[in-house]
């Protein structure tokens, strides 16, 4: 039987490449939201533009959009007025934000863990791990209480003891959380800081 320990330690084969890229894609955070505004407000407009075409193919357009007037400012207005190029600035900012937007990944509520197979994709709530890091924090001898807090890469442990003195423990639940996330094997390693609130003599 393979251990956790061994699976980890085997080189990184050309299927556990391909599970890597596949989880990392599944748990991927995505931005639904702007999506939504930007898709929403593309329609709108594209909406009243085909009524207003339609509307002024068979007579009687709607005025929704002032068509006459917009030709007329076009037709007397050059690239070097300041108008124009305040809004071509505002129109360039405004795609240059929607496209920082889209690169930029969100907070994923997923923490991706090994699998070494592409057909399986397996993952971890942030309040999961966070409940998994008290445990193994909580069975470490003198510790009371634990409070994890999970952002990005990094785990805060902040510990209370009723002892007044003891040096080793933050090495201690330190270690215990490692050997968890060993377990675990989430796809990315995740930094440990441990913080150590002693009783107060």
Same mark, same amino acid.
């Given at each position: 039987?393979? %251990? ?23 748990? /991927?955070?995505?931005?639904?939201? *702007? ?22 193919? +068979? ?6 959009? *002032? ?9 007397? %207005?050059?690239?070097?007025? !300041? ?13 240059? +934000? ?6 930029? !990944? ?5 923490? !991706?863990?090994?699998?070494?197979? *592409? ?12 409940? +998994? ?36 423990? *933050? ?8 050997? /968890? ?21």
């Amino acid at each position: 039987m393979t %251990t956790v320990e061994e699976a980890l330690g085997r080189p990184d084969t050309g299927a556990d490449r391909r599970a890597r890229r596949v989880a990392v894609h599944t748990f /991927r955070p995505r931005r639904s939201w *702007p999506a939504v505004i930007t898709g929403f407000t593309v329609l709108v407009v594209a909406v009243v533009a085909a009524a207003e075409v339609v509307s002024a193919l +068979a007579g009687s357009p709607l005025g929704l959009i *002032p068509v006459r007037p917009a030709a007329a400012y076009a037709q007397s %207005t050059t690239w070097s007025q !300041p108008s124009v190029r305040i809004a071509s600035a505002v129109l360039a900012l405004i795609g240059l +934000a929607l496209i920082a937007v889209a690169l930029t !990944p969100g907070q994923s509520r997923w923490i !991706p863990l090994r699998t070494d197979d *592409p057909a399986l994709v397996v993952g971890l709530t942030r309040p999961a791990l966070r409940r +998994a890091v008290a445990t193994a924090a909580r069975e470490i001898s003198g510790v009371d209480g634990v409070a994890v807090a999970v952002r990005g890469n990094r785990i805060r442990l902040h510990v209370r003891t009723c002892l007044r003195e003891a040096e080793g423990l *933050p090495a201690e639940v330190t270690a215990a959380v490692e050997r /968890r996330l060993t377990e675990l094997a989430p796809l990315r390693s995740l930094r440990i800081s441990t913080h150590v609130r002693y009783a107060e003599d």
